[in-house]
């Protein structure tokens, strides 16, 4: 059959699997599925600022006199600005009243207060108690406070006054750009791992259903196996393409209502805007036919669902690791890493997405796309070989080469 009777074929089979599944009903619960975790996101993103608004900082409690509180007191104040969103512990005055362990311990148990820790001794001989760790936050900052005010004490006269800091602030530098197109770069590779460990992973089981009722045998009687793959491959596309054309939609109308700029409010990648949101959907469309090809010919040779099952936690774990090859060069897109993640085919839109955030150029993601498209045919025609001999037992029977010498 030449190329175009199966391009024919395929686009028959692809229009069968494409309006089979669109227009089910369980088509709107996949459209909806990806919405109730962002439903759920927001909800408990709310919950949690609520409680952290509620979340007072714990407190120490401090046995000394009482000009030893206020230069602690005076320190903190001085040394709050450092303290960013999260603040800096409380203090509390304790008068020393003699029997400093009793004191001490009787703080500690009251039940009353939030108490985190007890400090005494004074600036002299100073003591923390409590239930943190030895080099965590709150000794930490209890550290910093006794030594400022030993500083602010030992100064004595205020410090000199003068003019205030002058500041200018400028759009970018190369510092912030090369880190805000590093993050844009693993935002477009988030995205796309995402969605095509979303999507991609339905292809395992495009055939179980063909092979259960006899229905392969008539399709590979009437067109190539080569056409079927291919059909079924970019039907699985198209319906994946609406699915994240309703999720984009969705997503653009919250931002519209709850956040203000837009993409204005995001650092730009190296391309710009337009020209990297387009190559998203490309570099998705490539990786679903490079993934989802191996997965459409890994399926094809289980013959229950319970095989397909089985298979879906290594090709999963098989995706993070792909993931994972094409996050090492973010941030250095010349290194051998990035380059050679950029030339392993199931990892190159991921590496190529980044290299799009952080460079201008645009002749590597052409010859990146020719490259990709290379290796979907290579893999198709991979697979459908593969299936004709294993499954219907076409043409010669596959042997390992230890086989083929006993055979002889």
Known sequence: MTMPETIRAAYVIARRDFTATVFSKTFLLFLLGPL???LMAVM?????????????PPEVAVIAPLADYQALAAARERLSPLAGERPFVTLSHAPPTGDVERQRAALLNDDKVERIGVLDGGLERPHFTGAVAADGRTVREMTMF?????RMRAAAAPPPQGAPMGV??????????ALARKLVAHGGQAILFILTILLAGMLLSQLIEEKSNKVIEILAAAVPIDAIFLGKLFAMLAMSLIGILVWTAAGAAAIAIWASGGLSVL?????GWPVFLALILIYFAMSYLLIGGVFLGIGAQATTVREVQTLSMPVTMAQVVIFGLASVGVGNPDSSEA????????SSPFAMIARAAEQ????????ALAWQALWVALILKLASALFRRSVLKSGPAWRWPWQRKSAV
Do not use: M, Y
């Open 360 to 367: 201008e150029a645009l002749w590597p993601h052409v010859a």
């Open 168 to 177: 200018t602030l400028t759009d970018s530098s190369s510092g912030s750009l």
């Open 267 to 271: 650092p730009p990648p190296a391309v």
């Open 339 to 346: 380059v050679i993640a950029a030339i392993f085919p199931l």
């Open 36 to 38: 109730f975790p962002i």
């Open 44 to 56: 408990f993103g709310g919950i949690g600022e609520q409680i952290d608004a509620n979340r007072k």
């Open 146 to 150: 006794v030594d400022e005010a030993r």
